[in-house]
């Protein structure tokens, strides 16, 4: 059995292509976008095309949804498999959705259902998964707990484009969105900006913004998607785990390992960025607590970074999502957190309750390894893409 996996350079496509070659399927990577992003989309088709006719391939594979890849493999005949595992994907929106060659997996279910309406019997929910057998080395040495707090990812204050243009936006408008900010942060559970903010404020707003995003090329895109999603998910984003290390970094010795400008944040140590191989799993161990904040825009579903902590038998305090309780048991795999004050809480009840804090980051490892490893994911992908 042959497949194409396009990669385009996500952090999971290792582990997936691992994972694919135990199955004992050969593969065949296409991966001129990790290298070279300005690349011509044409071109990539030709290329793509190339490999297609000169191989007997059973289905493409890729990270998120490519239009274009879709197009290909239903000019071929083959199945076109993607698992979405970032939110928003605006390429969701197009109408290649349609396809039915297309098996699209999206870890995010309020995200699965929007777009199932477009491809119900194409489109399903799967949560992420982690593999943990390259990480195994690690768990030979004794916890040696370098970090008290610790984050590994971006603030978010760097991809919030809001910011770039609160001085054209006026003052009755900035202090409108300043409050649903205010009122988002902290609401877990459900995204109220969807529901609050309407057609007509994003069309008032729009105008201030000199680079909205063109929606014309996204059949089933709307300025208010872009809008609540993309532009405020960010911003609100931003706020929350700026505002979240601020008070941390108060009481705690804070660790972030980021790229973000930090220099609001002057008690927290940053540290740059993490090596996403050698450095991030012995982050995650060696970390008395690690914090998961869900980026806005995912609206239900558990990141990534919350399976890569438990894969390396990290203890993951993480804010809560309606499906992280659905998919792992609280306080026996890791814990959540409902604010800001909770969030303190439990730190201060996790430092003090050490024998506790272990043995839930290795029932974490376990629970993982037992139900959400790669290879059972990817094996349920696999059936559900080829009605096994």
């Known amino acids: 059995m042959k497949m194409l996996f396009y990669r385009y350079g996500s952090i999971c496509e290792d582990d997936i292509i691992k994972t694919f070659e135990e199955f004992g399927i050969e593969i065949i990577e296409y991966d001129r976008e990790v290298y070279d992003k300005r690349f011509p989309v044409e071109r990539e088709v030709l290329e793509i095309a190339e490999l297609l006719d000169g191989n007997n391939i059973l289905f493409v594979f890729s990270i998120n949804f490519f239009p274009y890849l879709s197009e290909i493999a239903k000019i071929y005949k083959i199945r076109y498999v993607t698992w979405v595992v970032d939110s928003p994907v605006l390429e969701l929106y197009t109408k290649e959705i349609k396809n039915d060659n297309n098996r699209i997996f999206i870890f995010d279910r309020q995200l699965k259902e929007e777009i199932a309406k477009y491809n119900e019997k194409c489109v399903f929910h799967l949560p992420l998964g982690a593999r943990v057998e390259e990480k195994e080395k690690i768990f030979e040495e004794k916890r040696k707990f370098k970090h008290e707090v610790s984050f590994v990812g971006s603030l978010y204050t760097e991809k919030n484009p809001i910011s770039l243009y609160e001085k054209n936006i006026p003052d009755f408008y900035r202090g409108y969105l300043a409050g649903i900010s205010d009122m988002q942060e902290w609401c877990y559970g459900t995204y109220m900006i969807d529901q609050i903010v309407d057609d007509d404020f994003v069309l008032k707003i729009k105008k201030y913004m000199n680079e909205f995003e063109d929606v014309n090329k996204y059949e089933y895109l709307t300025d208010r998607i872009i809008f609540t999603q993309y532009y405020m998910g ?3 984003t931003a706020k929350e785990r700026v505002d979240t290390f601020k008070m941390l970094s108060k009481k705690y010795n ?10 609001c944040l002057p008690k927290v140590n940053n540290c740059g960025q ?3 191989k050698t ?13 998961n904040t ?3 825009a995912i609206r239900t579903g558990v990141p990534l970074r919350v399976f890569d902590i438990l894969s390396c038998k990290g203890f993951v305090l993480s804010n809560y999502q ?3 309780l659905e998919l792992f048991p609280q306080g026996e795999v890791l814990d959540v957190y409902v604010s800001l004050e909770n969030l303190e809480e439990k730190i201060e009840y996790y430092m003090l309750h050490e024998k506790e804090r272990n043995e839930i980051a290795d029932n974490g490892y376990e629970f993982l390894k037992k139900n959400y490893s790669m290879a059972k994911q990817l094996t349920k992908m696999l059936a559900i893409a080829f009605d096994i």
């Not at 450095?279 to 914090?291: A, C, L, T």
Request: glycine share 0%; aromatic share 8%; hydrophobic share 35%.
């Open 322 to 324: 309606t499906e992280v």
């Open 274 to 276: 993490a090596k996403t």
């Open 254 to 263: 804070v660790d972030l390992y980021t790229l973000s400008d930090t220099s």
């Open 279 to 291: 450095q991030m799993p012995r982050i995650f161990y060696e970390s008395k607590v690690n914090i």
């Open 294 to 296: 869900t980026s806005k």
């Open 234 to 236: 960010a911003a609100v």
